[in-house]
């Protein structure tokens, strides 16, 4: 079991950048991990993901101005978001899921607003 702690969400201009962390509570090194979000009124998407070998999948929406990456070693998930644009603003959910037992875990969000 692991619980996921995300910070770094705000408010930003459009155009802006941020820098979302995900804080784990024990070893990820056997999770796949990713980072979801959630408008009001629509449904919670994948954002962007990276598996225990690295490999990363995004979202059309974000390709080229998000990078997710991870830091097993600190038992840490972080995605950088540059040129955000007022439709990226959502609740970002940390998402790690155990593939051996395939699991989901989710952290409580934090809430990204791009505006002027």
């Known amino acids: 079991q692991v619980q996921l702690v995300e910070s770094g969400g705000g408010l930003v201009q459009p155009g802006g950048s941020l820098r979302l962390s995900c804080a784990a509570s024990?070893?990820?090194?056997?999770?796949?991990m990713g980072w979801y979000r959630q408008a009001p009124g629509k449904r919670r998407e994948l954002v962007a993901s990276?598996?225990?070998?690295?490999?990363?999948n995004y979202a059309d929406s974000v390709k080229g101005r998000f990078t997710i990456s991870r830091d097993n070693a600190k038992k840490m998930v972080y995605l950088r978001m540059n040129s955000l644009k007022s439709e990226d603003t959502a609740v970002y959910y940390c998402?790690?899921?155990?593939?051996?037992?395939?699991?989901?875990?989710w952290g409580q969000g934090t809430q990204v607003t791009v505006s002027s």
């Open positions: 998402h790690a899921k155990n593939l051996i037992t395939r699991y989901d875990y």
């Open positions: 024990g070893s990820i090194g056997i999770y796949a």
């Open positions: 990276v598996d225990s070998a690295d490999n990363t």
